[in-house]
Nanobody, 121 residues
Framework: QVQVVDSGGGLVQSGGSLRLSCVAS????????MGWYRRAPRTQRELVAS???????NYADSVKGRFTISRDNAKNAVYLQMNGLKAEDTAVYYC???????????????WGQGTQVIVSS
């Protein structure tokens, strides 16, 4: 099994910053893409940012220029630096990772438990 643990959420004022962290552990042979989704109340889950093992990043238009995703492949970790936070960024943020299971050699797709971000206006 592969476990993903995300953290770093909290309450911040509009214009402030937060840094989310996520670590994957367990039977990992390799990790392909790691990233972040978010879900606000009464909305669908949306992709915030993702980063492939080769370094290709993808951002939602709403966060471009404010959020930065980065990875530490040696630690199977991904981070999301969020600057210039707005009230509309309030959501539960979920980390995910996909890759290959080291024992079964089958692909995995694992999610963190979510971390709450609240931006007060």
């Amino acid at each position: 099994q592969v476990q993903v643990v995300d953290s770093g959420g909290g309450l911040v004022q509009s214009g402030g910053s937060l840094r989310l962290s996520c670590v994957a552990s367990g039977r990992i042979l390799s990790i392909g893409t790691m990233g972040w989704y978010r879900r606000a109340p009464r909305t669908q889950r949306e992709l915030v940012a993702s980063l492939t093992s080769s370094g290709r990043s993808n951002y939602a238009d709403s966060v471009k220029g404010r959020f930065t995703i980065s990875r530490d492949n040696a630690k199977n970790a991904v981070y999301l630096q969020m600057n210039g936070l707005k009230a509309e960024d309030t959501a539960v943020y979920y980390c995910y990772a996909n890759g290959i299971d080291a024992e079964t050699f089958v692909g995995f797709d694992s999610w963190g438990q979510g971390t709450q971000v609240i931006v007060s206006s």
